[in-house]
């Protein structure tokens, strides 16, 4: 297996990829998934995961204003295929997203539906994100 490249979708790669991303959103359809492949760059887009011309991996982001007026970048889409170890793909993925957030983004978050197949990681990971006190 060749290197794997991690860079922007490319929009003729759109349909190619629509099975993936329809796993992670069973909700989306053909043509609004080639309206965020096609998304210009300060409104969202999707990063992938390449290899011998193969996506094996994709994540879907958009960019946000919070309410005081920052902009915050949005993972809204994970998903990887792999038969061994799909975790090695997501890896770099997701730092190649955080290196494009940190170009103009002064947060990153997670968003996902409340009925998504995935719901329950997010809530994991936002507990585990969580900063608790307590006063005694």
């Not at 998934?33 to 193969?54: F, I, K, M, Q, T």
């Not at 940190?102 to 719901?119: E, K, N, Q, T, V």
């Amino acid at each position: 297996m060749s290197a794997l490249q991690y860079r922007r979708l490319e929009s003729d790669e759109a349909d190619q990829t629509y099975v993936l991303a329809h796993i992670g959103n069973p909700r989306l359809t053909l043509d609004s998934w080639r309206a965020r492949v096609d998304a210009p760059p300060a409104s969202g887009g999707v990063l992938a995961a390449v290899a011998n011309e193969c996506v094996r991996a994709i994540l879907a982001y958009s960019i946000s204003t919070t309410p005081s007026g920052e902009r915050q970048f949005m993972v809204d889409t994970l998903v990887a295929f792999d038969l061994l170890r799909p975790e090695k793909l997501i890896e770099p993925l997701v730092a190649a997203a955080c290196d494009l957030a940190r170009r103009g983004c002064s947060s990153i978050g997670l968003s996902s539906p409340l009925d998504a197949p995935g719901y329950e990681a997010v809530m994991r990971q936002i507990a585990d994100a969580a900063v608790l006190h307590r006063v005694i």
